[in-house]
Structure formats: C-alpha cells, structure tokens
C-alpha cells in the first residue's frame, strides 16, 4: 500500500500536460477521456478506512469533496472515475441479487481499477512512456488508500499454503477449488491477481 506523501509534494517532477487517455471503467463499460490535466501534485492523506465507522464508498465521497474544496484537480479526477466506476457496478447488480457486502463489492471496484493501471503502467514503461507510466501510478496511489488492510507477502504465502494442504491440492489442476477456499476466507485481504499469482506458485513448487 502507498506510504503517506506530503501534501503538495511533486511527484517525480513529472507534468500531466497534453496526457489523453481512456479508461474502461467496470465491466458496465462507461468510458472517461482525460486530456490535458493540469500539472498536478501528490493528493492529501485521505483517511484510511476504519471499520464500524463508514463505508468505503461514504469515504470515498468524504474525500472527493476534500479535493474538490481543496482544489486538487488531479485528486478529483482519480475520485470521480472511482465514483463512476462504483455507480455503474450499482446499475449492473440492480438486474441481480445486492451485494452482501457493500464494501467487498467496492473494493473489488477498486482492486480492478487498480488492475487496470499497474497493466498501462508495465505497457507505457515498455513503450519509454514515463510521463504516462508515472500518471498511472499517481491515480493507484489515490485509489489504494480506500482498501481494507491488505495481507503481507508472508501472511498471504502462509495463508494460502494451510488452503492448499487442506484440500490435498498438487498440481494446477487443482487451482480453481484452491481459488475458491482463497477467496471465501481471505476475501477483500488480497488482490485477485495476487492471490491467483501465489496459489500458481504454491502449486507448481
């Protein structure tokens, strides 16, 4: 998760002049162009979310209108794609049974946006695209920070070592009921990717 940045920090020194981009926000497909954003700075510390006071989605909200009265124009862009991206998963579910959980459905809003970044992130890099690269980046930091608490790297290998020894799994085959038990007990604790990307390593080792 990103460490605290002070507020009004440069960020690497990098201008969001003349970037354009598009973003595939949800599976819903609402679309949000973004061209020529202001030189920007770092967003402020928004609060971490703390459990049995708001939901993710109400501190998101929080938030956006912190940046928009604080004027950080970078910051409420960032938080006004999540809120978009959060609404359209509203629309698709309205067809179907609610979430029972309105904050794991946010956060896996989040997580997929933040999925979608670190991939433009690693393309841009590849294409000598740092200005862009370092863009992307800049938006994961904003999103990150509405995340529950995230498993280390330890915790998360330990966790799902005691998942694969429980079901007897031994080769990829074996990967989809292993996923399964990973998502029902670590839940919104792991990125999907990450947690598909560990439960290959522990079976092919």
């Given at each position: 998760?990103a460490?605290?940045?002070?507020?009004g920090?440069?960020?690497?020194g990098?201008?969001?002049n003349?970037?354009?981009k598009?973003?595939?926000?949800?599976?819903a497909g609402?679309?949000v162009?973004?061209?020529k954003a202001?030189p920007?700075?770092l967003?402020?510390?928004?609060p971490?979310k703390?459990?049995g006071?708001?939901?993710?989605?109400?501190d998101?909200?929080a938030?956006?209108?912190?940046?928009?009265k604080g004027?950080d124009k970078?910051?409420t862009q960032?938080?006004r794609?999540v809120?978009?991206?959060?609404?359209?998963r509203?629309?698709?579910?309205r067809?179907?049974?609610?979430?029972?959980d309105?904050?794991?459905?946010?956060?896996e809003?989040?997580?997929k946006?933040?999925?979608q970044r670190r991939?433009s992130?690693?393309m841009?890099?590849k294409?000598?695209?740092?200005?862009?690269?370092?863009?992307?980046?800049?938006?994961?930091?904003?999103?990150?920070?509405f995340?529950?608490?995230?498993?280390?790297d330890?915790?998360a290998?330990?966790?799902i070592a005691a998942i694969v020894a429980?079901?007897g799994?031994?080769?990829?085959?074996?990967?989809?009921?292993?996923?399964t038990?990973?998502?029902?007990?670590?839940g919104t604790?792991?990125e999907?990717?990450?947690a598909?990307?560990?439960?290959?390593a522990a079976l092919?080792?």
């Amino acid at each position: 998760m990103a460490s605290a940045i002070k507020l009004g920090e440069p960020f690497r020194g990098v201008s969001f002049n003349d970037v354009a981009k598009r973003k595939l926000l949800g599976t819903a497909g609402a679309e949000v162009n973004a061209v020529k954003a202001p030189p920007r700075t770092l967003p402020p510390a928004f609060p971490l979310k703390r459990y049995g006071d708001t939901m993710i989605r109400d501190d998101i909200k929080a938030a956006l209108v912190t940046a928009m009265k604080g004027g950080d124009k970078a910051g409420t862009q960032t938080l006004r794609m999540v809120s978009s991206a959060i609404k359209n998963r509203d629309i698709e579910l309205r067809t179907g049974a609610g979430p029972a959980d309105d904050d794991a459905m946010v956060t896996e809003v989040l997580q997929k946006m933040i999925k979608q970044r670190r991939e433009s992130v690693e393309m841009y890099r590849k294409g000598a695209r740092e200005e862009l690269a370092a863009a992307e980046e800049a938006e994961i930091a904003v999103i990150e920070r509405f995340l529950p608490a995230q498993l280390s790297d330890e915790e998360a290998r330990a966790a799902i070592a005691a998942i694969v020894a429980e079901t007897g799994a031994s080769s990829m085959k074996d990967m989809g009921k292993v996923m399964t038990l990973v998502k029902e007990r670590l839940g919104t604790s792991i990125e999907p990717a990450r947690a598909s990307g560990l439960v290959k390593a522990a079976l092919a080792g």
